[in-house]
C-alpha cells in the first residue's frame, strides 16, 4: 500500500497527517498556515510529493445533519485546485466530529495555549485519517 496524506483544509491552518507504508497508523506531519487557497493546495501537493504519497484525504466537511454548507463548498473548490497540482487520487471523507475527537485528545493529554491552537488541526487530520485507515480493514 502507497502513503496516504490526509489534509484538514482550514482557513486559516490546514492540518496535514500521513500513513505508514502498511496503511495501518496515521501521524501527525504538521500543519500549513495560509489563507489563500491556491498557496495551501501548492505546498499541499510538494507535501505529497515529498512523503511519497498516492493518495491525498480530504477531510468534506458536511452539516452535521448531513448537507453541504458553504465549508463544504470550499472543500470542493480546494479539491480542483489539488487535482490541477497532484497527479495521485483525491479521496474526500466525511469529518464531521474529527475537529470534536482531536479537542478531546488535546484535553486528555492536556495541550493548552499556543501550543494547541498550533497542532489542533494536525491531530484532526490524524483522526480523520485513522479513521479512514481502519475501514479499510
Same mark, same amino acid.
Given at each position: 500500500?502507497?502513503? =496516504?496524506?490526509?489534509?484538514?483544509?482550514?482557513? $486559516? @491552518?490546514?492540518?496535514?497527517?500521513?500513513?505508514d507504508p502498511l496503511?495501518?497508523?496515521?501521524?501527525?506531519? +504538521?500543519?500549513?498556515?495560509?489563507? @489563500?487557497?491556491?498557496?495551501?493546495?501548492?505546498?499541499?501537493?510538494?507535501?505529497?510529493? @515529498?512523503?511519497?504519497? $498516492?493518495?491525498? #484525504?480530504?477531510? %468534506?466537511?458536511?452539516?452535521?445533519? +448531513?448537507?453541504? +454548507?458553504?465549508?463544504?463548498?470550499?472543500?470542493?473548490?480546494?479539491?480542483?485546485?489539488?487535482?490541477?497540482?497532484?497527479?495521485?487520487? =483525491?479521496?474526500?471523507?466525511?469529518?464531521? *466530529?474529527?475537529?470534536?475527537?482531536?479537542?478531546? =485528545?488535546? *484535553?486528555?493529554?492536556?495541550?493548552? +495555549?499556543?501550543?494547541?491552537?498550533?497542532?489542533?488541526?494536525?491531530?484532526?487530520?490524524?483522526?480523520? #485519517?485513522?479513521? %479512514?485507515?481502519?475501514?479499510?480493514?
Open positions: 500500500m502507497k502513503k =496516504i496524506l490526509a489534509v484538514d483544509y482550514g482557513d $486559516a @491552518r490546514t492540518g496535514l497527517a500521513t500513513s496503511g495501518l497508523l496515521a501521524s501527525a506531519a +504538521g500543519v500549513i498556515e495560509g489563507r @489563500r487557497a491556491e498557496v495551501v493546495a501548492d505546498l499541499v501537493a510538494e507535501e505529497a510529493k @515529498r512523503l511519497g504519497a $498516492a493518495t491525498i #484525504l480530504l477531510g %468534506y466537511p458536511k452539516n452535521m445533519d +448531513g448537507s453541504e +454548507g458553504p465549508r463544504a463548498q470550499k472543500t470542493l473548490a480546494f479539491k480542483e485546485l489539488l487535482e490541477a497540482r497532484f497527479e495521485g487520487e =483525491i479521496v474526500l471523507r466525511d469529518e464531521r *466530529n474529527t475537529t470534536v475527537s482531536a479537542t478531546r =485528545i488535546l *484535553n486528555e493529554t492536556n495541550t493548552r +495555549g499556543k501550543k494547541r491552537k498550533a497542532i489542533v488541526d494536525a491531530v484532526a487530520a490524524t483522526v480523520l #485519517l485513522q479513521d %479512514y485507515l481502519d475501514s479499510l480493514r
